[in-house]
Structure formats: C-alpha cells, structure tokens
C-alpha cells in the first residue's frame, strides 16, 4: 500500500502508482464470473487495434449511470456547463474525477480533472485549489519533482492548506524522504488538527522499523470525530493493516483488510492490496473471486494474471498475453508509472530477471516503497546479481523497516554481496 491514500472526501492524497490506463484488448463483462470469455491468443506480442469477430466481447466497461459518484459528477458537470467560471465547482469537479479514477483504478479521470481546471492553470498565477489539484494528478502520474513545486508554490500562498501538506507528505514518503515526510506530517497538526497528524505520522513510524508504534496511534483515532466518511475509515483500517504486515500478522491484518474494504468495497487501490496479501499467503483462488469484476484496471488485471498462474490454469498464457498488450499499450501513450508492476511481470510471468531487474531499478530511481525494495531485490536474486541490490540494501538499513519477507532476502544478498567483495 501506499501512504495517506485516501482521506476524507475533499481531502485526497492518492496513491500515485495504483491508477490504470483501459485495456485495448477485450475482457469479460463485469460480473460474468472469474475468467474472461475465451480469446485466440495470436503469435504476436499485442495486436492494436483489435477488431472483435464476436458481437458479445466486451472492449470496457463504462461506469452505470445509477452510480451515486456518476450521477454527482455529471451534476458537477452541468453546473459547470452553466457557471464555467466558478472554480468553486471545477474544483469539486476536479475532485470527484479523482476521487472516481481512484476508486476504479483508471487514469483517464485524472485527464479528465486535468482538462477541467486547465483554465485556471493557465492563469499568471493560479489559485491555490488549481495548484494543489494539479499537483495531485502529476503525482498519479509519478511526475513528483514538478508536483513538488507546485505544492510548495500553493503552500507559500496558503501555508494552512491541508490538501497540499498531505500529498507533500506522501509524494515524500513514496520517495523515502521520511525527514521531509515528518516535516509535511507535522504542519497536519496546526491545519487540520490531531487525528490527521496521528493517522500520518503513523505511516511513517510504520516504514522506519516502528509498526507498533504506529498501530498504537492508530488504535487511537476516533473516526467518529474525523466525519465517519468510508474514506476515513478506510483510510485508518488500510493503514492498520499494512502496519500489521510488516510484523507478520497475518491474522489481524486480514482482518483490517477486510474492515477496510467493508467501508469502501470497490476500492480499486485496497483490493489490490488484499490481493497481493493473499498471493502472497499462497491462496490464488481468493483472488481470482476478488478481483473478478474489477478487470478493467491493469494492476487489478495483473493479479488475476498471477493468480492464474500460481494455479497453473490453463488460461495463464491468455492473462499474460494480455497484460503483454496493456503494457505495451501504455508505453505507446507514453505512460511509465508502472515500473514496479512491469517488473514483476517480467519477473513473475514473463520469467525474465534480467529485464525485469532493469525495470526495477528504474522504478527504484523515481520511488522507494517497501514494494519496489522488494521487487528489485528479488530481480536481483534471480538474475544472481546482488551488486544490483546495493542501494536498496543501504536504504533498508538506514530506514530500519520491518517486514518479514523483506528482511531475509535482503540478509542473503547482502551475504552473496559480501561474498563476492571478499573473493575479488
């Protein structure tokens, strides 16, 4: 998981890798059970655009209008239309896009928010809301150093905004600079008051080897006091649970998995969390019944992909191949904030460490994540490079974090590193 990923409705730090670009490529109809409808698998890698022989293949799925966050934006939508420059309402509308895209794990919402506060952005000098959105989306798209500026810009104006304090906190977390993090976390407590500055400063305890601590102040949030929105609640349970992760509780944090998902079901950033916990207690089939009608999203898409796979099903080869075409479809819009999911593909499914190790050490230049130490030491591992591992293992030592499938695979490379710089 990721710091501070949702919080309350007008206060969003999102989680800057977990967002997905539609498939080319046709899938199964939400709903229709845990396998998409049969499709040839040609030679090719991907074949774009695809032309469907079937009238019943679905290409995507669009949002049903009887969605109560439809309906509000198309609401926002018209008034809009009617007041375009009110940019109390292209704020709001800004928000639910991201909010939306969040939840179903789709990029196309954050361009959405993008194109309405264009005009505003545009300006000599941009409103503070405008600075903080924008912000916001170049952090969905890993863009952190220019989303930096923009915060720092809207906070010169605005040094109370809470907005802008939590997603520089998290954009610092994501990057590993827990210094700035704490700093960020901090000035939560003047702008919004204790419960944010505790839910914060408990992710961080959370990533420097102090997971207790962390549960500690979180155990004492009263969500009743911070507005009882799911988002909050999901927000404290997904923390919980990580923090219970990384001490290798396995029983209560399934349990904080699943309370979070309780308040915000469809949640495309918690499922994928839940999913990747259970691929990694070994129970695939969970996940396939999970993540069933979320295959739209590509990160939700490639645990379905693993899932198969760890269950030798005999339709893996079919999942691979489409991810391979997602993928390739996101490198053809220039889209690179996967590194840490293209890594282990490669790694995983396509069962190439070489390139995946090369994938992950670029996905270790822009973010440092306990996952992206993972995925770049197990690369290592498999492409019998520890040298690779170097900085990871440098990082880990110097933060301290805790988790238990981390920690002994960064003690046996560093013992073949150690290894090898004794031999030469």
């Known amino acids: 998981m990721t710091a501070l990923y949702a919080f309350l409705p007008r206060c969003r730090a999102l989680p800057a890798l977990l967002v997905a670009l539609a498939t080319i490529v046709p899938i199964a109809?939400?709903?229709?059970?845990?396998?998409p409808a049969p499709i040839a698998v040609p030679d090719a890698p991907y074949r774009a655009p695809y032309l469907p022989s079937d009238d019943n293949e679905v290409l995507q799925q669009v949002p049903p209008a009887s969605d109560p966050a439809v309906r509000q934006m198309a609401i926002l939508r018209a008034e809009l239309n009617v007041s375009p420059t009110s940019l109390r309402v292209a704020d709001q509308l800004a928000a639910a896009y991201l909010g939306f895209g969040r939840r179903l794990?789709?990029?196309?919402?954050?361009?959405?928010?993008e194109a309405v506060i264009a005009p505003w952005m545009a300006a000599a000098s941009p409103p503070v809301a405008a600075l903080v959105l924008q912000a916001t989306i170049l952090q969905v798209r890993h863009e952190f150093d220019p989303a930096r500026k923009l915060l720092q810009q809207a906070l010169a104006h605005d040094p109370r905004n809470v907005q802008a304090w939590l997603t520089l906190a998290t954009i610092d977390t994501v990057q590993g600079d827990y210094v700035a993090a704490a700093h960020a976390c901090g000035e939560t407590r003047r702008t919004r008051g204790v419960g944010v500055n505790i839910a914060c400063e408990a992710n961080l305890r959370e990533y420097q080897g102090r997971a207790r601590q962390g549960i500690a102040l979180l155990q004492q949030i009263d969500v009743d006091a911070l507005g009882q929105s799911p988002e909050t609640g999901a927000w404290v349970q997904g923390l919980l649970a990580e923090c219970f992760e990384r001490l290798g509780d396995w029983t209560s944090a399934e349990a904080h998995y699943r309370k979070a998902l309780a308040f915000t079901p469809d949640d495309n950033f918690l499922l994928v969390a839940y999913a990747d916990f259970l691929l990694d207690r070994k129970r695939p089939r969970e996940v396939l019944a999970l993540l069933a009608g979320h295959t739209q999203s590509d990160t939700a898409f490639l645990r379905l992909a693993l899932a198969q796979a760890a269950l030798k099903s005999p339709d893996a080869?079919?999942?691979t191949w489409i991810m391979a075409a997602r993928f390739e479809a996101l490198r053809q819009r220039g889209s690179y904030y996967f590194g840490r999911e293209q890594a282990r593909f490669a790694l995983q499914l396509q069962h190439d460490p070489?390139?995946?190790?090369?994938?992950?050490?670029?996905?270790?230049a822009v973010q440092h994540e306990p996952w992206d130490a993972r995925v770049l030491l197990e690369a290592a591992r498999a492409a019998n490079q520890p040298e690779a591992a170097a900085p990871v293992l440098a990082f880990l030592s110097k933060s301290k974090l805790e988790d238990p499938t981390i920690e002994p695979l960064a003690r046996a490379l560093q013992k073949r590193l150690d290894t090898k710089t004794v031999a030469r």
Do not use: I
């Open 354 to 364: 070489k390139e995946a190790l090369t994938l992950a050490e670029q996905n270790w």
């Open 29 to 35: 109809a939400s709903g229709a059970g845990v396998s």
């Open 317 to 319: 080869t079919r999942y």
């Open 105 to 113: 794990g789709d990029a196309h919402y954050a361009g959405y928010a």
